[in-house]
Nanobody, 119 residues
Framework: QVQLAESGGGLVQPGGSLTLSCAVSGSSSGVTAMAWYRQGPGKDRELVAQLTNDDMTTYVDPVKGRFTISRDKATGTVFLQMNNLKPADTARYYC?????????????WGQGTQVTVSS
């Protein structure tokens, strides 16, 4: 089992910045990728950014150039640095981990942290 705990959300004005953190605990040796998803009001959950164990990153177009996903390799904590935030970024942000085992894949989710961009 892998446990994920997000923090760092809050209310920010348009153009502002926030950094989200995802603390990873439990049996994380099988984790091959970490990601941030978000779910806005009335919308489906969508991938925002992904980071693989070999440091490959992927971003969805709306956040390219503004968001950066990274990892502290000493602690395993994953971050999402968000700059130039827009009202459209308002959503609950979820940390996700993909873990491999001998007979399949496990998906793990955190509880999420709310980000509200408003003046």
């Amino acid at each position: 089992q892998v446990q994920l705990a997000e923090s760092g959300g809050g209310l920010v004005q348009p153009g502002g910045s926030l950094t989200l953190s995802c603390a990873v605990s439990g049996s994380s040796s099988g984790v091959t990728a970490m990601a941030w998803y978000r779910q806005g009001p009335g919308k489906d959950r969508e991938l925002v950014a992904q980071l693989t164990n070999d440091d490959m990153t992927t971003y969805v177009d709306p956040v390219k150039g503004r968001f950066t996903i990274s990892r502290d390799k000493a602690t395993g904590t994953v971050f999402l640095q968000m700059n130039n935030l827009k009202p459209a970024d308002t959503a609950r942000y979820y940390c996700y981990a993909r873990s491999l085992r001998w007979n399949g894949v496990d998906d793990y989710w955190g509880q999420g942290t709310q980000v509200t961009v408003s003046s």
